[in-house]
């Protein structure tokens, strides 16, 4: 039964460049979360998604950061012309409910992504 | 101030002594609280979970949360060098999202 699965596991972009962060949750698990960790600091929430639906995107930066979790397929975070403040691990979650307070959640190992 | 304040260390104690790690919160409205672990370069690990008030015990590991004083603690008994990491507070109001906030984290050295 595998984990929550993060590829690729390091992502080096160039400033202006395009970042897509995958995520395939654990099976049986519908609800996808992403955080984003920077150096010195605890993990921030980014969103929240459910099947082919947002449900909370109040982390997210306003501009060039989407997500997606479609019908068949991984969630994808994607990052638009990066830039050097971007460099951090994102790390993806899932859980099989939205319900126990943190419960059931089980995290990747991440996503290093450096930007140049 | 942050919602959630945790010590970032480093702590570093000789193999076989009690941890005590800790946060504070300022957001009353925290009910689910957790404590995590993270090897470097790894995911974070679910330790322990509580809701509400109380204490929580699991082998070694135990779990105490007072609402009152908006305080909750990790307790590590007889310490080994696998327990060196980074162990991570987060806490939720639960509700339809869910979303976890994190402290920053304390980073633990257990010497052989």
């Known amino acids: 039964n595998a984990g929550v699965m993060q590829n690729p596991r390091h992502l080096v972009r160039r400033r202006g460049q395009e970042a897509r962060l995958r995520c395939s949750p654990m099976?049986?698990?519908?609800?996808v979360y992403w955080y984003r960790q920077l150096p010195e600091e605890g993990l921030k929430f980014m969103v929240y998604?459910?099947?082919?639906?947002?449900?909370?995107e109040s982390g997210m930066p306003k501009e060039r950061f989407s997500a997606e979790f479609p019908k068949e397929g991984p969630s994808i975070l994607r990052i638009q012309q990066v830039v050097r403040g971007d460099s951090a691990a994102y790390f993806c979650?899932?859980?099989?409910?939205?319900?126990?307070?943190?419960?059931?959640?089980?995290f990747g190992s991440g996503t290093r992504l450096t930007v140049v | 101030q942050k919602e959630v304040e945790q010590d970032p260390g480093p702590l570093s104690v000789p193999e076989g002594a009690i941890v005590s790690l800790n946060c504070t919160y300022s957001?009353?409205?925290?009910?689910?609280f957790m404590w995590y672990r993270q090897y470097s370069r790894k995911g974070p690990e679910l330790l322990m979970y509580?809701?509400?008030?109380g204490n929580k015990e699991d082998g070694r590991f135990t779990a105490q949360v007072d609402k009152s004083s908006k305080y909750i603690s990790l307790f590590i008994r007889d310490s080994q060098p696998s327990d060196s990491a980074t162990y991570l507070c987060?806490?939720?109001?639960?509700?339809?999202?869910?979303?976890?906030?994190f402290g920053t984290g304390t980073l633990l050295a257990v010497q052989p």
């Open positions: 979650a899932s859980s099989p409910s939205n319900g126990g307070g943190g419960d059931g959640y089980t």
């Open positions: 099976k049986g698990h519908s609800h």
């Open positions: 998604l459910q099947k082919e639906n947002i449900i909370d």
């Open positions: 957001n009353s409205a925290f009910q689910y």
């Open positions: 509580t809701y509400s008030s």
């Open positions: 987060a806490m939720s109001h639960g509700g339809a999202t869910n979303k976890l906030i």
